[in-house]
């Protein structure tokens, strides 16, 4: 699968290209600094992780490419499971 552009967003000033697309048999996503790309492995292609929990994890090395991979998975971790929570309790009122 070619990268299928999905939107773009700017990141520390610059425009950034979002969407599907090879990310590598071990990664559900990735972070292309140079080409300002964010990546990010479609369902069928075998994610493991919610498309949410990716995508927050690769903005946030795009965002701050200075944090250690550790908390960068640990934020993405705890924002997905937030979103589906407030996601759930939307929907049921």
């Keep these: 699968m070619?990268?299928?552009r999905v939107c773009?967003?700017?990141?520390?000033?610059?425009r950034w290209q979002?969407?599907?697309?090879v990310a590598g048999h071990d990664n559900d996503g990735l972070c292309h600094y140079d080409k300002r790309k964010i990546?990010?492995?479609?369902?069928?292609?075998?994610?493991t992780r919610s498309l949410e929990?990716?995508?927050i994890h690769?903005?946030?090395?795009?965002?701050?490419?200075q944090i250690d991979e550790p908390t960068i998975l640990h934020l993405a971790e705890v924002c997905a499971v937030v979103l589906d929570k407030m996601k759930a309790s939307e929907g049921s009122k």
């Design 8 to 14: 773009s967003a700017m990141i520390n000033g610059k």
């Design 18 to 21: 979002v969407g599907f697309g």
């Design 2 to 4: 070619s990268f299928k």
């Design 53 to 55: 929990e990716v995508t």
């Design 58 to 65: 690769e903005i946030a090395h795009a965002v701050m490419p």
């Design 39 to 47: 990546v990010v492995k479609a369902l069928h292609n075998g994610r």
